[in-house]
C-alpha cells in the first residue's frame, strides 16, 4: 500500500506563489509516476502534471507557471506554482499512478486546498 500526505496549501492572493510538498510512504517503484491532480467547486478532478521517476514530465497545458519536481531518494513530489489565479483555486491531490501487469492502480492522498483570493 502506499500513503500520500500534501503540505502547501493555503491561502494567497493573485499573482502570488505555493509550494506543494507530497511524501509518500510504502513501495514506491521506480516505474510509478507521480503527480498532481486539482478539483474546483462543481467540477470534476482533473490533471495538473505528473513526473516520472526518471524526470520525464506532462503538464495539462503546456508548462508554464507550475513546475512539479520529484525526490526519488525521498519519494516525494513538489509543484512549485506561480503567478497564481483565482481560477486555480481547487483541492489539489498528489497521486502516484501505477501499472503492474497490466492493470493501473492510483493512490491519492487526502488533499490540500488552495485557495486564490483576487
Known amino acids: 500500500q502506499v500513503q500520500l500526505v500534501e503540505s502547501g496549501g493555503g491561502l494567497v492572493q493573485a499573482g502570488g506563489s505555493l509550494r506543494l510538498s507530497c511524501a509518500a510512504s510504502?513501495?514506491?517503484?521506480?516505474?510509478?509516476?507521480m503527480g498532481w491532480y486539482r478539483q474546483a467547486p462543481g467540477k470534476q478532478r482533473e490533471l495538473v502534471s505528473t513526473?516520472?521517476?526518471?524526470?520525464?514530465t506532462n503538464y495539462l497545458d503546456s508548462k508554464g507557471r507550475f513546475t512539479i519536481s520529484r525526490d526519488n531518494a525521498k519519494n516525494t513530489v513538489y509543484l512549485q506554482m506561480n503567478s497564481l489565479k483565482p481560477e486555480d483555486t481547487a483541492v489539489y491531490y498528489c497521486?502516484?499512478?501505477?501499472?503492474?501487469?497490466?492493470?493501473?492502480?492510483?493512490?491519492w492522498g487526502q488533499g490540500t486546498q488552495v485557495t486564490v483570493s483576487s
Open positions: 510504502g513501495t514506491i517503484f521506480s516505474s510509478d509516476a
Open positions: 513526473i516520472t521517476s526518471g524526470g520525464t
Open positions: 497521486a502516484v499512478n501505477r501499472v503492474r501487469f497490466g492493470k493501473r492502480y492510483d493512490y
